[in-house]
């Protein structure tokens, strides 16, 4: 957790505030567990404000209805539980974008939903100063990018470079390479705006639907490996063991042993081709660090750089240490690395 006086979470698409299912949304649970470990004393945080707003007016009007405070003797009280506010009022969303200016938060939201999500989003492009959680259907996205006028948020994030992009999607033919370049496009683009970008793919368990995407933008690189961390928990592997970040992908493996390393953009293949040229930059870190400081924008996770390197030992192009120069028995993450002088 942040040590800090104050934290901020921004819940964009909040809808009336329950699931279908009946349980609270995520941003309520989150502001409940926060409150409990705060009476606790575990939280070094002082408080933590809740910004929520919905594109549907019936559902920020059932959202109001259902946070209103209920007195003892059953009547509802016409105000909101402190730390919480809604979006529906100018003066509430000012006050947001000030907290934001100084404030961590963290922003979560689909950004082609309607216009106040896109709004706050590009503030928080401005500011630099908040983690992103998106959510977007991605036929949404490819049709607000190819409107004639741009909305505030892709202006604002893809700044002057906007027609050339444009341009460079409109030439491709296939749909696929079409959806590559865009999601490319928009993590360079985070990147430029000096954020730590990682997407994650969900198909639609059928043929039916449109592909969405989870995108999270973290303002920091630690931030972007713990989400790292978490996502791969959830997505699909191939089958040397480097995830796919996504579900339902229909992911089938080369027919021709081997080959996958020329199909696949990540495989553990070359990476540890890569890693074995790599004495000049990595020579004496450890496992860990290397991961750290080489596998940010690729799919890469640590568990493959354990057995990248587990393969350079096994072809005598690397010796692995311990902090006192002995020979490990075990490669674990905190293995240090030590290039041989000649390899084989």
Known sequence: MVA??????VDLNAGSGYEADGEKVAALQILETFQEAENARENEAKTLQLFLSDASKTNLEKLKQNLQNVSEEGEITPQLPENINLLNEPE?????LGLLQKVPGLVVADPFSYAQAQEILAQT????NDDLFVLFDYKKLEKTFL????????AQLFGEALPEIKAKFQLQQSPKRKEQLLLEQLENAFQEQEFYPLSFKINPPGKAGNAVYLFLAGKSIAHYFRAKEWLQ??????EDGV???????NYQPAAIPG???FLNKFSLENLTQELAGKKADFHYQTIREIYETH???TNYILANYVAAFRQLQKAEKVNLVDASNKKVLKITPEAVVFYRLHNK
Do not use: W
């Open 259 to 261: 080959f996958s390393n």
């Open 233 to 238: 928990t959830f997505s699909e592997f191939q």
């Open 125 to 128: 492009l401005t500011e630099k």
């Open 243 to 249: 995830p796919l970040f996504g579900v339902n992908l």
């Open 295 to 297: 596998s940010f924008g």
């Open 92 to 96: 509430t969303a000012k006050t947001l």
């Open 4 to 9: 800090t006086e104050e934290l901020v979470l």
């Open 147 to 154: 409107a004639e006028n741009p909305t505030v948020f892709l």
